[in-house]
């Protein structure tokens, strides 16, 4: 699908088997000494495959994850703190490239005096706080971009996972 999937499914690989001839040895204390000689091929051979292949699934789990922040444009997303007056006001701003589009979260207090984030100018979390600190500013921003990345990597996740054409 993408560099990144297989370059880290290639380097889990690589980690995995090491690990797992590493553990094969390991194993070798529970084996007999009468049985050593016949037990460690099989013993390095099963731990590297076994740990190879949950090596591989996690660095393609991984790339995944990755490739799909890049494309998100989580990884070049801006913020801004500010002070308008006396409430302080927080900004996050990239660009989706998936479709082009410029995206914006912005934490502030809202006409009624309360704290709130919004996403495109739709508000999606009401804090129920009415201090405009730079603490608590801060706080609520740095959860609510905590929340709708991953909200929205795991939405492109399940896209792409049922259309694998549509990267």
Same mark, same amino acid.
């Given at each position: 699908?993408?560099?990144?999937? $297989?370059?880290?499914?290639? #380097?889990?690989? #690589?980690?995995?088997?090491?690990?797992?001839?590493?553990?094969?040895?390991?194993?070798?204390?529970?084996?007999?000494?009468?049985?050593?000689?016949?037990? =460690?091929?099989?013993?390095?051979? *099963?731990?590297?495959?076994?740990? *190879? +292949?949950?090596?591989?699934?996690?660095?393609?789990?991984?790339? &995944?994850?990755?490739?799909?922040?890049?494309?998100?444009? #989580?990884?070049?997303?801006?913020?801004?703190?500010?002070?308008? *007056?006396? $409430?302080?006001?927080?900004?996050?701003?990239?660009?989706?490239?998936?479709?082009?589009?410029?995206?914006?979260?912005?934490?502030?207090?809202?006409? @009624?005096? &309360?704290?709130?984030?919004?996403?495109? %100018?739709? +508000?999606?979390?009401?804090?129920?706080?009415?201090?405009? %600190?730079?603490?608590? +500013?801060?706080?609520?921003?740095? &959860?609510?971009?905590? +929340?709708? =990345?991953?909200?929205?990597?795991?939405?492109?996740? @399940?896209?792409?996972?049922?259309?694998?054409?549509?990267?």
């Amino acid at each position: 699908m993408n560099k990144s999937k $297989f370059i880290y499914g290639i #380097f889990g690989m #690589f980690i995995g088997v090491v690990l797992g001839g590493i553990a094969g040895i390991g194993e070798l204390n529970y084996v007999k000494k009468s049985l050593r000689t016949d037990a =460690f091929p099989v013993l390095l051979t *099963g731990g590297a495959i076994i740990l *190879g +292949v949950t090596g591989l699934y996690t660095g393609i789990k991984y790339g &995944e994850n990755e490739y799909a922040e890049e494309i998100l444009g #989580f990884k070049e997303a801006s913020d801004q703190l500010y002070q308008v *007056g006396r $409430f302080w006001t927080k900004e996050t701003r990239w660009v989706d490239k998936v479709n082009g589009s410029s995206q914006h979260l912005i934490t502030k207090r809202n006409d @009624s005096g &309360e704290l709130c984030t919004s996403f495109n %100018s739709a +508000v999606i979390y009401n804090h129920n706080l009415h201090s405009g %600190s730079k603490i608590n +500013v801060e706080k609520y921003h740095s &959860e609510s971009k905590k +929340v709708l =990345f991953k909200t929205l990597k795991n939405q492109y996740l @399940s896209k792409t996972a049922s259309d694998p054409n549509n990267t």
